[in-house]
Nanobody, 122 residues
Framework: QVQLVESGGGSVQAGGSLTLSCLAFGGTYNTCRSYCMAWFRRTPGKEREGVAAIGMDGKTRTSESVEGRFTISQDNAKNTVYLQMNSLKPEDSGMYYC?????????????WGRGTQVTVSS
């Protein structure tokens, strides 16, 4: 069973930065690392939103709402995916979740972390 553990959330003022980390381990993740990884968030009053994703080939994409401000990256040696968040806005506040999906299953995000809270004050 693949397990994901997020960290790095916290409180910051608008315009500030945070870096979230997601450590992946367990199950087949340790052996093949053929997983797509992504960050999602759930903000008050909104549905869950995909924020950024990275494939096993390293290609990334981000949502329009965070384009130019958030960057997803990964360190395969550390089994860790990062979300660098700059120029944070109050509307970025919410619970951020890391997700993983096996490439062989079409990158369906079957594995989820418990989330880390981000609060941006104005």
């Amino acid at each position: 069973q693949v397990q994901l553990v997020e960290s790095g959330g916290g409180s910051v003022q608008a315009g500030g930065s945070l870096t979230l980390s997601c450590l992946a381990f367990g199950g087949t993740y340790n052996t093949c690392r053929s997983y797509c990884m992504a960050w999602f968030r759930r903000t008050p009053g909104k549905e869950r939103e995909g924020v950024a994703a990275i494939g096993m080939d390293g290609k990334t994409r981000t949502s329009e709402s965070v384009e130019g401000r958030f960057t997803i990256s990964q360190d395969n040696a550390k089994n860790t995916v990062y979300l660098q968040m700059n120029s944070l806005k109050p509307e970025d506040s919410g619970m951020y979740y890391c997700a993983a999906g096996a490439v062989h299953s079409g990158c369906d995000y079957d594995y989820w972390g418990r989330g880390t809270q981000v609060t941006v004050s104005s």
